[in-house]
């Protein structure tokens, strides 16, 4: 991770546990980081799958937020595939798309990596809340 790159992102609640957060401007969106640190970690030593999908859903999310101006959603879906463990010192990186939107569902895209290599891969439907 480049400091001069990333901002850290002070969240309230459960995501302000599971971080801290990292941010970054992208040319056509936001890019989400975790660095693994100790707390992230389960019994075999390598970053927590549930703190892994934390932060892809938390990506996700915003990114369905963004597309919809600000408009709550929530998950309805949330499949994921694991592709490789992720180690302490590591920084997790996750970009996100909408693929399909209807009025009440967005359909989204993510991906996690640690340097370039995919970590996981993921597909939700989020539901449109009303204002």
Not at 23 to 52: C, F, I, S
Not at 110 to 120: D, K, N, Q, R
Request: aromatic fraction near 6%; include cysteine; hydrophobic fraction near 45%.
């Amino acid at each position: 991770m480049h400091a001069t790159d990333w901002k850290p992102h002070t969240l309230p609640g459960f995501m302000g546990l599971a971080g801290p957060l990292w941010t970054r401007r992208e040319e056509g969106g936001w890019a989400y980081g975790l660095q693994v640190q100790r707390q992230h970690l389960n019994p075999a030593g390598v970053l927590h799958g549930g703190a892994l999908l934390t932060l892809v859903d938390h990506a996700l999310s915003t990114v369905a937020w963004q597309a919809l101006q600000r408009q709550p959603c929530l998950t309805l879906q949330l499949d994921s595939q694991f592709l490789a463990s992720v180690a302490e010192g590591g920084f997790v990186v996750v970009r996100a798309r909408v693929t399909q939107r209807t009025r009440s569902l967005l359909f989204l895209q993510g991906l996690a990596t640690v340097e370039e290599s995919p970590v996981l891969q993921a597909q939700a439907i989020m539901k449109v809340q009303p204002p």
